[in-house]
């Protein structure tokens, strides 16, 4: 007797039911593991090249912003020497008017304005002739008050300072759109 005549025919196909489900079933999650392989060496790339280009990203970002501290550097550097050339222009100009000024209240000095030779006398003008004893060759001069000449000196140091700070508004715009026109 043979095996397959002791078992009866349902069981048989039971058994042949199962072993096909067995090796569907086999075969399928040998299917899903190589799926998960192929799908898991996809993902671990896809990670990889994201993280490559975040770190491309941050490395052009600190290059970026180290090239903009850079130009801002170079911008408080060229402000500061300006700022420093115009202090010591403003330094000069009130020293000297300073001195001026000491010269005229000690007598060291004397202003003097020109006279117009064309002009009559009579008409309210200063005489052309010269109150010295000296010989002076040239247009007639009458010499101001100290008084007069200090507060010319004070209008002509005051004018001096305004073209000082005119000129460091100009140089230090001058500057400020220079240094965007690199950007």
């Known amino acids: 007797m043979r095996l397959g005549e002791l078992i009866p025919t349902r069981y048989r196909l039971f058994g042949k039911v199962v072993l096909v489900a067995t090796l569907v079933g086999g075969s399928a999650a040998i299917a899903w593991q190589v799926q998960d392989w192929r799908y898991g060496k996809q993902l671990s790339e896809q990670a ?7 770190n491309q990203l941050a490395l052009a970002s600190a290059a970026q912003q180290r090239a903009e501290q850079d130009k801002r550097l170079a911008l408080e550097q ?43 006398a009579g008409n309210g003008s200063l005489s052309a ?55």
Request: aromatic share 2%.
């Open 48 to 54: 990889r090249l994201h993280t490559e280009t975040l």
């Open 78 to 120: 060229r402000l500061a020497s300006s700022e420093q050339a115009h202090y010591r222009a403003l330094n000069d100009v009130q020293r000297d008017q300073g001195r001026l000024r000491d010269r005229l209240a000690t007598a060291d000095l004397r202003l003097s304005v020109l006279l117009d030779a064309t002009t009559g």
């Open 129 to 183: 002739t010269t109150a010295t004893g000296g010989v002076v060759h040239g247009p007639t001069r009458a010499k101001l008050d100290p008084a007069h000449a200090q507060r010319i000196i004070g209008i002509t140091d005051a004018g001096d300072r305004a073209l000082i700070a005119l000129a460091a508004c100009q140089a230090y715009v001058k500057n400020i759109v220079s240094g965007e026109g690199a950007n």
